[in-house]
């Protein structure tokens, strides 16, 4: 049976083991992850959080990180601004981008969700509004989630990343893990927890 865990990659972490040639010390996966033969399945950005998954099956990974699959990818973004419903509107149609045109994405504004503090936090600015919204792509390009909302006109301040398929990093503590059985070899889809 394959292993998959889920993990809570907090702030400022690197999505690898190690940082070579970096001229700072950087976080990495190996100051949270004591499971040996485990390997990130897709990236999360160093500025980004949430739920990043690892797993020993080359064919699983390729799976949960190849965008042919179009696993669904679900994020908690905090924004500048506050958008209405037809500003949003791009969002769900695709934003073109300097790489082209995004998938069209799922868009829905949300109260603020009780997440954990994050270190450091972001900076407040008293004049200008911030909104959360729920994203989710079925596709994965750098820092793609950053860029949409860019440009739309709505800046993130804070991404957490939500889900992957069914998998889910509720209830997972910030930089915590949970091992999670997923039964044969990679030939079907997400099975949750």
């Not at 503090?117 to 750098?142: A, C, F, H, V």
């Not at 992957?164 to 999670?180: K, L, P, R, Y």
């Amino acid at each position: 049976m394959a292993r998959l865990l889920l993990f809570n990659k907090p702030f400022g972490v690197l999505s690898q083991f190690t940082d070579r040639g970096s001229p700072t010390v950087r976080s990495t996966l190996s100051d949270f992850i004591t499971v040996k033969g485990v390997y990130p399945a897709g990236r999360l950005d160093r500025d980004s959080e949430g739920l990043l998954l690892l797993c020993d099956d080359g064919r699983l990974q390729a799976r949960i990180a190849d965008p042919r699959f179009k696993m669904p990818k679900t994020y908690l973004v905090q924004v500048e601004g506050d958008p209405q419903e037809q500003e949003l509107e791009p969002l769900r149609r695709g934003v073109r981008l300097n790489d082209g045109m995004t998938l069209p994405a799922d868009v829905a504004r949300i109260d603020a969700p009780e997440l954990w503090p994050r270190n450091p936090p972001i900076r407040q600015r008293k004049l200008i509004p911030d909104s959360w919204l729920k994203i989710t792509i079925r596709e994965g390009r750098n820092r793609q989630v950053r860029r949409m909302t860019a440009a739309v006109g709505l800046p993130t301040l804070r991404l957490v990343r939500w889900s992957i398929g069914d998998w889910s990093v509720a209830g997972i503590e910030q930089g915590q893990f949970e091992e999670v059985a997923v039964p044969g070899k990679a030939t079907g889809g997400p099975s949750g927890r």
